[in-house]
Antibody, heavy 122, light 110 residues
Framework: EVQLLESGGGLVQPGGSLRLSCAAS????????MGWVRQAPGQGLEWVSV????????YYADSVKGRFTISRDSSKNTLYLQMNSLRVEDTALYYC???????????????WGQGTLVTVSS | QSVLTQPPSASGTPGQRVTISCSGS????????VYWYQHLPGTVPKLLIN???QRPSGVPDRFSGSKSGTSASLAISGLRSEDEADYYC???????????FGGGTRLTVL
């Protein structure tokens, strides 16, 4: 059974940092691209970032580019999202998601974690 | 403002067929695949349609996807009360080098 378990969310002040983790199990982690998608309170889904199977290709939404860094550790079957210079508008539920592909046209997220809540507030 | 445009709401009665549209451009829907997600209240999003018109295992054939040019549609036939959810289209955008989501359509079963 595929499982994605996010952690690392919490309350942080504007300008602060957080690192989200997503522990994956039940599939060959190194064979698939992985991504982060967020949902702000009362808003729709917003794609944040995706990383290829190898980790060699990473992509970011313009809203987080230069502030967030996605990475993966296949030895630990874990996906990460380092979030720096956090803003109030980054407040959201952050989902970790597995893509159907290894690389190429991303966006087919077939498994999702339950999400971890990030609140940016003073 | 989302790159992909969806109507904010849709509705239908049980047993009806409803369609939800998703409008994009040549850099996303026009050249890449469209994906559809169902997001039921209190649950995580679920991939409903892959690669324009493919249903992942376990998705009922009441759900179907299509694409024409820079637009796509999700059709739900035999509408049921449990279909009441938010529906999102998504696609890879070659110009943005990223995934773009539509703003979502809230489906109400009357």
């Amino acid at each position: 059974e595929v499982q994605l378990l996010e952690s690392g969310g919490g309350l942080v002040q504007p300008g602060g940092s957080l690192r989200l983790s997503c522990a994956a199990s039940g599939f060959t982690f190194s064979s698939y691209a992985m991504g982060w998608v967020r949902q702000a309170p009362g808003q729709g889904l917003e794609w944040v970032s995706v990383i290829s199977r190898s980790g060699g290709n990473t992509y970011y939404a313009d809203s987080v580019k230069g502030r967030f860094t996605i990475s993966r550790d296949s030895s630990k079957n874990t996906l990460y999202l380092q979030m720096n210079s956090l803003r109030v508008e980054d407040t959201a539920l952050y989902y970790c998601a597995k893509d159907l592909v290894a690389s190429g046209y991303y966006g087919a997220f077939d498994y999702w974690g339950q999400g971890t809540l990030v609140t940016v507030s003073s | 403002q989302s790159v992909l445009t969806q109507p904010p709401s849709a509705s239908g009665t049980p047993g009806q067929r409803v369609t939800i549209s998703c409008s994009g451009s040549s850099s996303n829907i026009g050249t890449t695949f469209v994906y559809w997600y169902q997001h039921l209240p209190g649950t995580v999003p679920k991939l409903l349609i892959n690669r324009n018109d493919q249903r992942p295992s376990g998705v009922p054939d009441r759900f179907s996807g299509s694409k024409s040019g820079t637009s796509a549609s999700l059709a739900i036939s035999g509408l049921r009360s449990e279909d009441e959810a938010d529906y999102y289209c998504a696609a890879w955008d070659d110009s943005l080098s990223g995934v773009v989501f539509g703003g979502g359509t809230r489906l109400t079963v009357l």
